[in-house]
């Protein structure tokens, strides 16, 4: 099982930002994904999840309206698109499924929200 962040960067309070997550090593189609987030010296938070199917999704108070989180089966790759960026939205970013299903996580990838 891998997975392979990218799409992270420096911007721009109000910027936007489309990160992207290559799954690899299982059935993508069968499980649903979740992004998370590490900021500096916090733990790691849940950021936005989809279904397997991408029909159902959620997202934590603090992203809401903001950021989009969707899949694309076919390629077994989950995307979140991140607008209207702010300075606490800073951290390392990273995909993964089901904690209770998955226990490995990619090495991520870094936004950063700065003037």
């Known amino acids: 099982v891998q997975f392979v962040e990218s799409g992270g960067g420096w911007v721009q309070p109000g910027g936007s930002l489309r990160l992207s997550c290559a799954a690899s090593g299982f059935t993508f189609s069968n499980y649903a994904m979740n992004w998370y987030r590490q900021a500096p010296g916090k733990e790691r938070e849940l950021v936005a999840g989809i279904s397997s199917a991408g029909g159902s999704t959620n997202y934590a108070d603090s992203v809401k309206g903001r950021f989009t989180i969707s899949r694309d089966n076919a390629k077994a790759t989950v995307y979140l698109q991140m607008n209207n960026l702010k300075p606490r939205d800073t951290g390392v970013y990273y995909c993964?499924?089901?904690?209770?299903?998955?226990?490995?996580w990619g090495q991520g990838t870094q936004v950063t929200v700065s003037v």
């Open positions: 993964i499924g089901p904690l209770s299903s998955f226990g490995s």
